[in-house]
């Protein structure tokens, strides 16, 4: 790849992530969801897997299985009554184990890391809260992780090829 070609790139990317990330911003925003940051997290996962629009089901499907797996998780604990140490380290090894296991005996369906990060996500959000205070923070949760993926992910690489495109038209 020559320098013009690497120039083309960066700018058409920064382009891309200066130009949609923030009309999401702004849209969750005014439609009521408190989550919308998740959707760069997301973004983020999808880009390290190499933008590859074939995954983004699979992705997705990690994703909101982490969604469910925080919200299954913080209900065991709420309902536990041990020390909250044994309580969060045993929630996690038995779900962690389980995710991985489930996970990588179907990679076609379900992409492990996703599902892991889509945990650690929906934990971080609804871990603090009692069960019944989460309200529609799950939703909210799943709909930024779907717009990440797809909206941030799949359609900001879509327009920087649309953009290269343009460019490097002969004639």
Known sequence: ?????????KWTLALGIALLPPIWAVLS??????TGSVALICAGVYVANGNRKKDAIKISVGFLLGDLWAIIAVFIMEML???????????LFVMGGLAVLIGETIPKIIYTPSWLCGWAIGLTILGPLPVKEFRSLPLQIA???LVGVFYVGVGVDAFQKWLLNILNRKG
Do not use: C, S
């Open 1 to 9: 790849m020559d320098a013009k070609e690497k120039r083309q790139l």
């Open 29 to 34: 925003g005014a439609a009521g969801i408190t």
């Open 81 to 91: 009554k041990w020390n909250p140490n044994v309580e969060l380290y045993l929630t």
């Open 143 to 145: 709909i930024a992780m």
